[in-house]
T-cell receptor
Framework: GAVVSQHPSRVICKSGTSVKIECRSL??????MFWYRQFPKQSLMLMAT?????????EQGVEKDKFLINHASLTLSTLTVTSAHPEDSSFYIC????????????FGPGTRLTVT | QKEVEQDPGPLSVPEGAIVSLNCTYS??????FMWYRQYSRKGPELLMY????GNKEDGRFTAQVDKSSKYISLFIRDSQPSDSATYLC?????????????FGQGTILTVHP
């Protein structure tokens, strides 16, 4: 149980284009999902908290107009990187909060974005 | 000072060794503690989670929490080459931070045959 999928696993796009990444909880409903960014050999950096049916909450320093988050259902959240630039190249990982009381999060496999 | 400090390693141990991974934290609001394992270019995998001080065991893994000292540990017994990965401690608290995790920097572990 508690499986989270991400699609695509890897994407290469040209500078100036937009890219959408999907995050799905496959066997449980997730009212809250999280989006992280991870640079090589570094820990995860929380970008935003996504709540089903409401606007996402962004961490300080994260541009909400550049990283659009939509959480339209209890099993799907999407992150759209708009007008991507090479500095947006990174490993993007989503997680979904479990239904238990421990706030445990289950992570997707990640999406490697390369902007050329 | 970071809220969560994790011994950066890297650690290199022989197969069969007992591994100790440690984190300290400064935020007294942290109530929930987790350990994740992350293989290269993969998402983190939840290994253990706990709430109270004391030990929690699951197979070869034991999570230990000492809230009075703000210190958590993960022990791996009979380590295997397949345990080679980055281990991340993570914590969360109540109130406005409910649900958000704060991660340690991660410890790279290599178990060699």
């Amino acid at each position: 149980g508690a499986v989270v999928s991400q699609h695509p696993s890897r994407v290469i796009c040209k500078s100036g284009t937009s890219v959408k990444i999907e995050c799905r909880s496959l066997d449980f409903q997730a009212t809250t999902m999280f989006w992280y960014r991870q640079f090589p050999k570094q820990s995860l950096m929380l970008m935003a908290t996504s709540n089903e049916g409401s606007k996402a909450t962004y961490e300080q320093g994260v541009e909400k107009d550049k990283f659009l988050i939509n959480h339209a259902s209890l099993t799907l959240s999407t992150l759209t990187v708009t007008s991507a630039h090479p500095e947006d190249s990174s490993f993007y990982i989503c997680s979904a909060r479990g239904t238990g009381v421990f706030n445990e999060q289950y992570f997707g496999p990640g999406t490697r974005l390369t902007v050329t | 000072q970071k809220e969560v400090e994790q011994d950066p390693g890297p650690l290199s141990v022989p197969e069969g060794a007992i591994v100790s991974l440690n984190c300290t934290y400064s935020n007294s609001a942290f109530q929930y503690f987790m350990w994740y394992r992350q293989y290269s270019r993969k998402g983190p995998e939840l290994l253990m989670y706990t709430y109270s001080s004391g030990n929690k065991e699951d197979g070869r893994f034991t999570a230990q929490v000492d809230k009075s000292s703000k210190y958590i540990s993960l022990f791996i017994r009979d380590s295997q080459p397949s345990d080679s990965a980055t281990y991340l401690c993570a914590m969360s608290g109540g109130g406005t931070s409910y649900g958000k995790l704060t991660f340690g920097q991660g410890t790279i572990l290599t178990v060699h045959p």
